[in-house]
């Protein structure tokens, strides 16, 4: 069993930032990549950050140089900090992992979901 805990969603004026966390637990045995998807309004989800075990990250255009994600491997946490947000970063946030439970499978999780609304 693996569950994510994800935390830091809320509204914020515009120009204003939020800290999203994801915690993992459960029988892990390595995770690979972990990040976050948004889902806007009447819009399908699309990836914002992800961060892989090794350090690598990856962001959306619309999000360079105001998001930064940053993971604790000792934790099984990933932090996304988003600054100078807009209002079309509103949606609804969910945490995604990848992980192995042995050192053969893989799996994908998503977490529950967190609302980020920035409005003035």
């Known amino acids: 069993q693996v569950q994510l805990v994800e935390s830091g969603g809320g509204l914020v004026q515009p120009g204003g930032s939020l800290r999203l966390s994801c915690a993992a637990s459960?029988?892990?045995?390595?995770?690979?990549?972990m990040g976050w998807y948004r889902q806007a309004p009447g819009k399908e989800r699309e990836l914002v950050a992800t961060i892989t075990s090794g350090g690598s990250t990856n962001y959306a255009d619309s999000v360079k140089g105001r998001f930064t994600i940053s993971r604790d491997n000792a934790k099984n946490t990933a932090y996304l900090q988003m600054n100078s947000l807009k209002p079309e970063d509103t949606g609804v946030y969910y945490c995604?992992?990848?992980?192995?439970?042995?050192?053969?499978?893989?799996?994908?999780?998503w977490g529950q979901g967190t609302q980020v609304t920035v409005s003035s």
């Open positions: 995604y992992v990848r992980l192995r439970m042995t050192a053969q499978d893989e799996y994908r999780y």
């Open positions: 459960g029988s892990i045995f390595s995770i690979n990549t």
